[in-house]
């Protein structure tokens, strides 16, 4: 039988570096992530997504990969990489890994190659390289930008240019070229062997160029704006994002995947609207789901989510695949602190200190409000590490400790991401608030942060945990992850929909609203006020 885990799951995603650090050196690690597990089968996630742990020399967080078979000696070994896989499956949990195909890092075997072997060979055209234009070609061979500011094109000692649509230490692929296709056909098996569930394709959107690489004078480097893929513009995609060959990698792809057992996985990364572009990544013979950044992206406003949810709910259904749902990921400042601005003033990249800082206590309401909502969708739901534990963005880093590529990259004009890669607080009263055995960790913890300890909130009613507990249990055990929703009367101000058995409430607005005439309350992301009525900002699931 076809194993359909994934159409329902909850996943959690672990970004490795700032989970959990096992041996002090202040960098989150595979044991580190192991250890935790039991506290993730605790909140009752069904998967774990590990943003990549590959050997890189972390410019971009890992997403800059060295080694695609291997594992960063800052994080373990290939045999703790074995220990974490066996032991989540022990557990009942599914690991999903990140795989990043559109780009190596610029110390991956195959880019040093390239670069010693010179033009026109064939350690080069497994990269993008051109000549440059202009008198000697000193200027880059098209108009295009980076993801993280400047320009798209690098140029090397002899004279050719490079496209990198990120940073300079990631040189994209040409995925034209045949051993590209294979070398990660190889990789999947790799992992699929090791006994992963799946894979997170990291910018799948962006693997294929338009041939001929005509030029593009829009910036993608719009990092401070709404969106990091640039969401492409409703229209013909530009010539970097969404072409129509990148469909046939995934086909590839899902034949190698179907041919192993257990329901493995193909999760596109991809930057694509609307939503009915988007679910073509995931027709029955690609990718099996992509995330919903219409829905992350979408403001606090019951309209615009309600239009989110029914295009999203439509399209995919189109093709038969589930909806998912993402509040915050690695990427995006995390939804408890996003929500603390006015509705008008979202955004969804880099606060530093200087900036206008959020409403903390608003921040969180509307986060809880907004993950019950999630967690009552049909389909699949994603969940960033500390979320669950109410956890906002460091909005005060000093600039100094920032990592972020884009920052240097945009001229420091651009934040950087930094800000929701903090390591985690698991214990109030330990050093590193429990992160691991020392005080240290790469990225400064905000001392508020003890009072977000997992050890403050365990068996706290109305903590933040508890909440996402009693709401993955409740998820499960009334079905929501597999049901339909239809929408209900409500007043402007709010949005309510059944699923089930299940009457969803959300009130966006600041008069409270009633429940129907004797409905009993499942869940309540804050108390309800004093006549049983669903205050501001508050999502209620009931009964009846
Ligand atoms: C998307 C990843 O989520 C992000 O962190 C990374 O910087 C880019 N892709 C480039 O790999």
């Known amino acids: 039988m076809v194993e ?32 935790r597990l039991p506290r993730l089968k605790e909140l009752g996630v069904d998967a774990v997504w590990l943003s990549p742990f590959y050997p890189s020399p972390q410019k971009d967080g ?21 220990k974490l896989i066996g032991e989540a499956h022990d557990l009942g949990l599914k690991v999903i890994v990140d795989l990043v195909p559109n780009h190596t890092s610029s110390e991956h075997e195959w880019f040093r190659a390239a670069l010693a072997a010179g033009p026109g060979s064939p350690e080069r055209d497994r990269y993008i390289f051109r000549e440059g234009r202009g008198p000697d070609g000193a200027l880059p061979p098209n108009s295009w930008t980076s993801m993280f500011g400047g320009s798209a094109w690098q140029r090397v000692p002899d ?12 040189p994209d692929l040409d995925w034209g070229n045949r051993s590209v296709r294979d070398e990660f056909l190889d990789i999947l098996r790799f992992w699929l062997d090791r006994g992963v569930d799946g894979f997170r394709v990291d910018v799948a959107h962006g693997l294929v160029k338009e041939e001929d690489l005509p030029e593009w004078d829009v910036p993608l480097a719009i990092l401070g704006g709404l969106s990091l893929g640039g969401l492409a513009p409703v229209g013909p995609p530009p010539p970097m994002w969404d072409q129509e060959g990148v469909h046939e990698i995934y086909r590839e792809w ?30 029955p013979d690609e990718m099996h ?7 992350l992206s979408a403001p606090w406003r019951p309209a615009d989510l309600r239009a989110v949810i029914n295009e999203s709910l439509a399209a995919n259904d189109e093709v038969g695949a589930p909806t998912t749902w993402v509040l915050s990921n690695h990427d995006v400042i995390r939804h408890a602190t996003r929500l603390g601005y006015p509705v008008e003033r979202t955004r969804l990249h880099g606060i530093g200190p200087d900036d206008p800082q959020p409403d903390v206590g608003l921040g969180l309401r509307r986060a809880r409000a907004a993950t019950l909502q999630m967690l009552a969708l049909p389909g699949s739901a994603y969940l960033y590490q500390g979320e669950e534990l109410g956890l906002p963005e460091h909005t005060t880093m000093p600039h100094e400790y920032r990592r972020d590529p884009a920052r240097p990259r945009s001229g420091h004009t651009v934040v950087g991401r930094d800000g929701c890669r903090v390591p985690i607080p698991w214990e109030a009263d330990a050093p590193s608030y429990g992160f691991g055995p020392s005080d240290r960790s790469w990225l400064p913890q905000p001392a508020v942060w003890a009072e977000y300890a997992l050890d403050r909130q ?15 249990a409740s998820r499960r055990s009334h079905g929501l992850g597999s049901g339909t929703i239809a929408w209900q009367q409500a007043p402007d ?8 058995d299940v009457l969803v409430l959300t009130n966006f607005g600041a008069a409270p609203v009633d429940l129907p005439a004797g409905a009993t309350v ?18 209620v699931w009931a009964l009846g």
């Open 254 to 283: 899902r034949r190698v995947l179907d041919e192993y057992e257990g329901g493995r996985i193909l999760v596109a990364e991809a930057w694509v609207q609307p939503a009915e572009r988007l679910a073509r990544y995931v027709r």
């Open 159 to 170: 004279g050719q240019w490079y496209l990198h649509l990120f940073d300079v230490s990631q």
């Open 493 to 500: 101000h709010a949005l309510a929909f059944r699923n089930g």
């Open 4 to 35: 359909r885990w994934w159409r329902d799951a909850v996943i959690y995603q672990v970004y490795p570096r700032s989970f959990a650090d096992s041996d002090g050196d202040g960098m989150g690690d595979l044991p580190g992530i192991t250890g």
């Open 522 to 539: 499942l869940l309540a992301s804050e108390p309800l006020d004093a006549d049983g009525r669903v205050p501001t900002d508050v999502t």
């Open 458 to 472: 365990q068996g706290v009613p109305g903590s933040t945990w508890e909440l996402y507990r009693a709401a993955l």
């Open 62 to 82: 890992g997403y800059d990969v060295a080694d695609y078979r291997g594992v960063d000696e800052r994080f373990g070994d290939l045999g703790d990489a074995d």
């Open 289 to 295: 789901q992509a995330f919903n950044f219409m829905y």
